[in-house]
């Protein structure tokens, strides 16, 4: 279990900066521990506890998955050398090199096909845009439950979105057959005290939850404010203050702002994914 | 939280058709209540706790997001005549009329367009299929944190992929903005204990667990063996008993076999991805 170091109260404060108002909100281990995530990236060089990574995939395992497809495939990787390789192919993240165990959560469709070919049966809808978001949709499930079991364990996570850089490279180097990508990385491992992560303020609910109806009220207004309530949050940690609004914009101005990844269209097609 | 009505053992033995060998794997109340995820489709019609939607989405926000750009949003659908017609819209799912909350998962690039306009600045990067997949991720990854609230609170709930069958008119019902869509529903209440769900088995971890590098190994052998499984299990339920193979294959025949996601492609260029 992680520890509750952190009361709801503080936990609350810190996700929206505001006192949590409503008095009946349920409280309970289990949310306790989703609301203290927050990505963990300095690291201790001791291996995961026993049984840490079956126990993670089979969380992992449990998640929904559309129609019980399944296609979605996790590849451990503890030797040092690949994970060096892989800090580097993801643009240079030391805490790839540094976390005991880096996974590659792989949207893997190649096993239906597999399936299909054993029976001698197309499988021609495997072609369709529609299976690409089935296979994003049920690989982050997945890996959203085994990060929340690894925190349970008081383990830290981080995703590594630039497993996407260099696609094809990534799934040469893990003998990934056609019609499989790795999605996304996730170190795992325990977080080093001397460097604690925080937890990250979020948007207020408001800009996010609507009732009935999209509704976009007031957005602005509150986006500043949560830009002012960011800046309050980096100061206190001693980083470089960038209003919200405007480090996120900056980061989808353009094809040059994707780190790479602007080709990640013609990567999918060259790993076998048609997205008809 | 989740009643304990089961130990971890039988859990384990019901995902997996084993008794649980592994003597050290680490077990506490929050992988109990991940192993214990069952897809509800049957719900008394007994509102929700108080505050439990706000500890779902103070949940679904503490889940980790792409360089913060928090991609997303939630449509909470109360309204029963709302209810039922995205019953309908979804291919006639009657438990989406039943469950007291429908959730509608928003792919919101939206916001990011808004605040871009805002600062007359440009936001290209939201036509990129890379765009579209940290959209894909993060909305799941959000949605899978508030499945966890809930069912921690003793809440069912169900993934809705018949949300894409039909993309533009949800959209229009919901009066989406261009740049989002909804990437699937949810339902959320108390499930009916006259109909309970049961822990469906899943695939061998050996199936979806690969070290260091990708490997099929056995794996065809695998799948026979978790295609009896099915069958007992199914029929112990007095189901209909169809190989897991058999019948995964089927569901991605052909465009045919996509309950008409075929054109999900044509769909989200409508709804204003560009997927570049």
Same mark, same amino acid.
């Given at each position: 279990?992680? *520890? ?10 810190? %996700? ?7 008095? $009946?909100?349920?409280?309970? &281990? ?11 990236? &300095?690291?201790? !060089? $001791? ?21 019980? +497809? ?7 990787? %503890?030797?040092? =050398?690949? %994970? &060096?390789?892989? =800090? ?17 959560? *792989?949207? $893997? ?16 809808? +495997? ?9 994003? #949709?049920?690989?982050?499930?997945? =890996?959203?439950?085994?990060? #929340? ?8 996570? #981080? ?10 490279? *990534?799934?040469?180097? +893990?003998?990934? !057959? &056609? ?19 925080? #937890? ?7 800009? *996010? ?51 790479? %990844? $602007?080709?990640?269209?013609? =990567? ?6 048609? +997205?008809?």
């Amino acid at each position: 279990m992680t *520890v509750l170091t952190s009361s709801f109260d503080a936990l609350w404060q810190a %996700r929206y900066g505001l006192p949590l108002s409503e008095a $009946d909100l349920p409280h309970n &281990a289990v949310l306790q521990s989703l609301l203290e995530h927050r990505s963990v990236r &300095a690291f201790l !060089p $001791d291996a995961l506890p026993a049984g840490a990574l079956e126990a993670g995939v089979a969380a992992a395992q449990s998640a929904s998955t559309s129609s019980n +497809l399944q296609v979605w495939s996790v590849i451990a990787i %503890r030797d040092p =050398a690949r %994970r &060096a390789r892989f =800090a580097e192919l993801s643009g240079g993240q030391r805490h790839i090199e540094q976390a005991p165990l880096f996974l590659a959560w *792989v949207l $893997d469709l190649s096993r239906l096909r597999r399936l299909g070919d054993a029976r001698e049966q197309a499988t021609d809808g +495997l072609d369709y845009l529609e299976t690409f978001v089935v296979g994003s #949709v049920d690989t982050a499930l997945a =890996a959203q439950n085994a990060a #929340v079991a690894f925190e349970s364990l008081g383990l830290g996570i #981080v995703y590594i979105g630039g497993m996407r850089n260099h696609p094809e490279i *990534v799934a040469e180097e +893990l003998g990934l !057959p &056609a019609g499989s990508l790795v999605l996304f990385g996730m170190c795992v491992g325990h977080p080093d005290p001397a460097l604690p992560a925080t #937890v990250k303020p979020r948007l207020p609910q408001s800009v *996010v939850l609507h009732h009935d109806r999209y509704g976009a009220t007031d957005e602005l207004q509150q986006c500043r404010a949560y830009d002012e309530q960011m800046q309050q949050a980096q100061s206190r940690q001693g980083r470089a203050v960038q209003p919200w609004s405007e480090a996120v914009v900056q980061r989808v101005a353009g094809p040059a702002s994707l780190s790479g %990844r $602007d080709r990640l269209r013609e =990567a999918v097609a060259a790993l076998g994914f048609e +997205l008809r």
